[in-house]
């Protein structure tokens, strides 16, 4: 096959096979005309198949061709061409040649000592070459084997996959057919609230290339080969310049999930940890939808976020020859490695142009995804990522560069995957059995609910066991979707001994969800009149709840109101008491102090007398939405009365201190004290009285760096 791959300039170059010929020679009636080299074909020889040539293999030691196997042919076969390079002949037979007299020919010369092979110069079809016009000026299809996968399936528009990007201009000539038109605008718009993710202006260029590398029209006769004709859906949730925040792009992957979208493809990154982000990425896999995403480009160990969850496809970038590319992180999480390197594609306004990244490695992965879903309809996410895995080629990179492999179109869609068996799985069972043993396997479903109109409803509880972020979403019998997966910075689980405490914020009509496996001993509400409880799907109130996981702790405890047969009757005297022990109410009491003598209990409670002290060591990275650690501290003198805290943290940042004393976790919102000036430096007093714990919030909005925290509690 002859590809133009000089689409950028211009030019034609052309690769004339003849200029290799160097003489002819033909066998007829039994006579040898002998030549050297590698022999042309016979003048007038049709083009396309040969049904009546045999391919003679010759030992490389055999220095003339022609002159060894020119006695071993028949009088009525003629050599048609030589190959002195790869070692092979070409003869010819009369076409009413008998298929039996063929064989018996190849079984003759595969048993002469020099010919090590004979077979039928068989037709081969061409690999599924698009008609693009710029395709010849591409190297990830081709790398990645597509031209296989083609011949099977180009990808169905049944399969969706979903663009978290910038938007795309989903007019362009190589994405307009590809784009589905089942929502209005052919997505969403999350950056600004509006309706239309079209791009809005010609350098937001970053979403119409992602979605043409994994998407663009395929064999249309127009601009560059996509790697599938899979549907694409827009989520426009970066802006101009290529940002986006945590909470557009976590609501833009939940919808993209929502709509149907079978892969969604996340081309962003951030070395940090959002909850939220992997929340969003968990319950798109929790609906059996493909993540995949970018490993990030500061060339460093290490891959970014989202691609470190994982839940999710990380994608690394390799070079048309197959090396790490420059720029692509590495890291125990890559999956898979894929082509990133000048991959030509789609941008605004109708243009095309070459772009390098893991953003446009990840979008190479989507895109057999696609294929291999179309043409295995059915796998869920999970089976489609090991399957890509399973199938993926090794480059000879280590396992921190390429994880299982350069991802492979023609491997993936060619080889069927594991206990295929059309649309349905081998041994699944219904999605009803598979629930009730998850809630079986992982507890009780303990949610809390909100009202719409709730603002930051706080809410915390105890289990004596364990306790998990619950998989939901789930319909409550509010009729709301509690959103299980979709947890803020303050959502928390924390382990003390066999008691675990969890608890969180929640608002606006959504709701949190845990499974819980033992008895809840527990319920603490700030907003009862907003907020209200479900177990397993039912609502109940918070004694309710603790009573049915058996976490009552008076069950055990005997009645009030039941007499003990052992106690005497307080209006009863007892008759073993003498009266005259008594002492005079006007004699003085020999052990009463004399007002004018020091109180040794006035010394004994002073506070100070007691003292307890300990450090809290932290880091934070404010990311793009602030960051905040929590630390709990449990009074440890006997009967506490103040405690001072001390915060320091780097100079040149500004990190804020929010406390609560014996209550829920602290935030920005609900707290007993806080300390919030300017600088990383923060100091408080309190005043205690009984006991409980001190929990305490370390944030910032926009800083990192290491703190230090220290408390100095003072007893009597």
Same mark, same amino acid.
């Given at each position: 096959?002859?590809?133009?791959?000089?689409?950028?300039?211009?030019?034609?170059?052309?690769?004339?096979?003849?200029?290799?010929?160097?003489?002819?020679?033909?066998?007829?009636?039994?006579?040898?005309?002998?030549?050297?080299?590698?022999?042309?074909?016979?003048?007038?020889?049709?083009?396309?198949?040969?049904?009546?040539?045999?391919?003679?293999?010759?030992?490389?030691?055999?220095?003339?061709?022609?002159?060894?196997?020119?006695?071993?042919?028949?009088?009525?076969?003629?050599?048609?061409?030589?190959?002195?390079?790869?070692?092979?002949?070409?003869?010819?037979?009369?076409?009413?040649?008998?298929?039996?007299?063929?064989?018996?020919?190849?079984?003759?010369?595969?048993?002469?000592?020099?010919?090590?092979?004979?077979?039928?110069?068989?037709?081969?079809?061409?690999?599924?070459?698009?008609?693009?016009?710029?395709?010849?000026?591409?190297?990830?299809?081709?790398?990645?084997?597509?031209?296989?996968?083609?011949?099977?399936?180009?990808?169905?528009?049944?399969?969706?996959?979903?663009?978290?990007?910038?938007?795309?201009?989903?007019?362009?000539?190589?994405?307009?057919?590809?784009?589905?038109?089942?929502?209005?605008?052919?997505?969403?718009?999350?950056?600004?609230?509006?309706?239309?993710?079209?791009?809005?202006?010609?350098?937001?260029?970053?979403?119409?290339?992602?979605?043409?590398?994994?998407?663009?029209?395929?064999?249309?006769?127009?601009?560059?080969?996509?790697?599938?004709?899979?549907?694409?859906?827009?989520?426009?949730?970066?802006?101009?310049?290529?940002?986006?925040?945590?909470?557009?792009?976590?609501?833009?992957?939940?919808?993209?999930?929502?709509?149907?979208?079978?892969?969604?493809?996340?081309?962003?990154?951030?070395?940090?940890?959002?909850?939220?982000?992997?929340?969003?990425?968990?319950?798109?896999?929790?609906?059996?939808?493909?993540?995949?995403?970018?490993?990030?480009?500061?060339?460093?160990?290490?891959?970014?976020?989202?691609?470190?969850?994982?839940?999710?496809?990380?994608?690394?970038?390799?070079?048309?020859?197959?090396?790490?590319?420059?720029?692509?992180?590495?890291?125990?999480?890559?999956?898979?490695?894929?082509?990133?390197?000048?991959?030509?594609?789609?941008?605004?306004?109708?243009?095309?142009?070459?772009?390098?990244?893991?953003?446009?490695?990840?979008?190479?992965?989507?895109?057999?995804?696609?294929?291999?879903?179309?043409?295995?309809?059915?796998?869920?996410?999970?089976?489609?990522?090991?399957?890509?895995?399973?199938?993926?080629?090794?480059?000879?990179?280590?396992?921190?560069?390429?994880?299982?492999?350069?991802?492979?179109?023609?491997?993936?869609?060619?080889?069927?995957?594991?206990?295929?068996?059309?649309?349905?799985?081998?041994?699944?069972?219904?999605?009803?059995?598979?629930?009730?043993?998850?809630?079986?396997?992982?507890?009780?479903?303990?949610?809390?609910?909100?009202?719409?109109?709730?603002?930051?409803?706080?809410?915390?509880?105890?289990?004596?066991?364990?306790?998990?972020?619950?998989?939901?979403?789930?319909?409550?019998?509010?009729?709301?979707?509690?959103?299980?997966?979709?947890?803020?910075?303050?959502?928390?689980?924390?382990?003390?001994?066999?008691?675990?405490?969890?608890?969180?914020?929640?608002?606006?009509?959504?709701?949190?969800?845990?499974?819980?496996?033992?008895?809840?001993?527990?319920?603490?509400?700030?907003?009862?009149?907003?907020?209200?409880?479900?177990?397993?799907?039912?609502?109940?109130?918070?004694?309710?709840?603790?009573?049915?996981?058996?976490?009552?702790?008076?069950? +055990?405890?005997?009645? #009030? &109101? %039941?007499?003990?047969?052992?106690? *005497? $009757? !307080? =209006?009863?005297?007892? @008759? /073993?008491?003498?009266?005259? +022990?008594?002492?005079? #109410? &006007? %004699?003085?009491?020999?052990?009463? *102090? $004399? !007002? =004018?003598?020091?109180? @040794? /209990?006035?010394?004994?409670?002073?506070?100070?007398? #007691?003292?307890?002290?300990?450090?809290?060591?932290?880091?934070? =990275?404010?990311?793009?939405?602030?960051?905040?650690?929590?630390?709990?501290?449990?009074?440890?003198?006997?009967?506490?009365?103040?405690?001072?805290?001390?915060?320091?943290?780097?100079?040149?940042?500004?990190?804020?201190?929010?406390?609560?004393?014996?209550?829920?976790?602290?935030?920005?919102?609900?707290?007993?004290?806080?300390?919030?000036?300017?600088?990383?430096?923060?100091?408080?007093?309190?005043?205690?009285?009984?006991?409980?714990?001190?929990?305490?919030?370390?944030?910032?909005?926009?800083?990192?760096?290491?703190?230090?925290?220290?408390?100095?509690?003072?007893?009597?």
């Amino acid at each position: 096959m002859t590809q133009d791959d000089s689409a950028d300039d211009g030019s034609n170059t052309t690769y004339n096979r003849r200029r290799f010929l160097t003489g002819t020679g033909t066998v007829a009636a039994g006579g040898l005309i002998g030549s050297s080299g590698l022999a042309s074909a016979t003048p007038g020889r049709n083009p396309g198949p040969k049904k009546d040539e045999l391919i003679i293999g010759i030992s490389p030691s055999v220095s003339d061709i022609e002159n060894e196997i020119g006695p071993q042919i028949p009088g009525d076969a003629w050599i048609e061409h030589t190959n002195e390079t790869i070692h092979y002949a070409i003869i010819s037979l009369p076409e009413e040649t008998p298929e039996s007299t063929r064989d018996s020919l190849i079984d003759t010369l595969t048993n002469i000592d020099r010919i090590e092979y004979a077979e039928e110069n068989a037709t081969l079809e061409a690999l599924s070459a698009p008609n693009d016009p710029h395709y010849g000026s591409q190297h990830a299809p081709q790398q990645v084997n597509c031209e296989t996968a083609w011949e099977t399936t180009y990808g169905s528009g049944d399969v969706t996959i979903s663009i978290v990007d910038q938007g795309i201009q989903y007019d362009h000539p190589v994405l307009e057919e590809n784009m589905d038109d089942s929502v209005s605008n052919y997505g969403r718009e999350f950056v600004s609230g509006g309706s239309d993710p079209y791009p809005i202006a010609g350098d937001e260029q970053h979403g119409t290339h992602v979605g043409g590398i994994a998407g663009g029209g395929t064999n249309n006769g127009t601009g560059h080969a996509g790697i599938s004709n899979c549907s694409l859906l827009s989520a426009r949730a970066l802006n101009r310049q290529g940002r986006g925040s945590l909470s557009d792009i976590a609501d833009a992957v939940q919808w993209s999930v929502d709509v149907g979208a079978d892969i969604v493809n996340l081309s962003l990154g951030s070395s940090s940890n959002h909850r939220t982000l992997r929340r969003a990425c968990r319950y798109a896999v929790d609906n059996d939808v493909l993540v995949v995403a970018a490993a990030g480009n500061s060339g460093s160990y290490g891959v970014a976020y989202p691609a470190a969850y994982d839940d999710v496809v990380a994608v690394s970038a390799l070079t048309a020859n197959n090396s790490l590319a420059s720029f692509s992180n590495r890291g125990s999480q890559i999956d898979l490695a894929a082509p990133g390197t000048r991959l030509i594609s789609a941008i605004p306004w109708n243009r095309y142009t070459r772009m390098s990244g893991t953003s446009m490695a990840a979008p190479v992965v989507a895109g057999v995804a696609g294929l291999v879903l179309s043409a295995y309809p059915g796998l869920s996410g999970t089976e489609l990522r090991e399957h890509l895995q399973s199938t993926a080629v090794d480059v000879g990179l280590s396992s921190n560069a390429q994880g299982h492999g350069r991802v492979d179109a023609g491997e993936a869609v060619t080889t069927v995957p594991d206990g295929y068996d059309g649309d349905e799985r081998d041994g699944e069972e219904d999605d009803e059995s598979d629930d009730d043993e998850q809630d079986d396997a992982a507890g009780r479903l303990l949610a809390f609910v909100t009202e719409p109109d709730a603002d930051t409803a706080r809410y915390e509880f105890t289990v004596e066991g364990t306790v998990e972020f619950a998989d939901a979403p789930y319909d409550s019998p509010s009729g709301r979707n509690i959103e299980g997966g979709t947890y803020t910075a303050e959502d928390f689980i924390d382990e003390e001994g066999e008691t675990v405490r969890a608890g969180g914020i929640t608002g606006g009509g959504y709701g949190d969800a845990f499974y819980v496996d033992g008895p809840v001993t527990s319920i603490d509400i700030d907003q009862p009149d907003v907020m209200w409880v479900e177990l397993d799907r039912e609502e109940l109130t918070p004694e309710e709840v603790i009573d049915e996981t058996g976490g009552d702790p008076d069950e +055990d405890e005997p009645d #009030e &109101d %039941e007499p003990d047969e052992d106690e *005497p $009757d !307080e =209006d009863e005297p007892d @008759e /073993d008491e003498p009266n005259g +022990d008594e002492p005079d #109410e &006007d %004699e003085p009491d020999g052990d009463e *102090p $004399d !007002e =004018d003598e020091p109180d @040794e /209990d006035d010394e004994e409670s002073r506070c100070g007398n #007691e003292t307890a002290s300990e450090r809290f060591d932290g880091e934070l =990275d404010a990311g793009w939405t602030g960051d905040g650690n929590r630390h709990t501290y449990s009074l440890q003198t006997d009967d506490p009365c103040s405690a001072t805290l001390t915060l320091e943290g780097p100079s040149d940042a500004d990190f804020d201190l929010y406390v609560t004393i014996g209550g829920l976790p602290p935030s920005r919102w609900i707290h007993d004290e806080s300390s919030t000036g300017s600088g990383a430096s923060e100091e408080l007093s309190l005043e205690l009285s009984g006991d409980g714990d001190l929990r305490m919030q370390v944030y910032t909005d926009s800083d990192s760096g290491e703190y230090e925290l220290r408390i100095d509690e003072r007893g009597r």
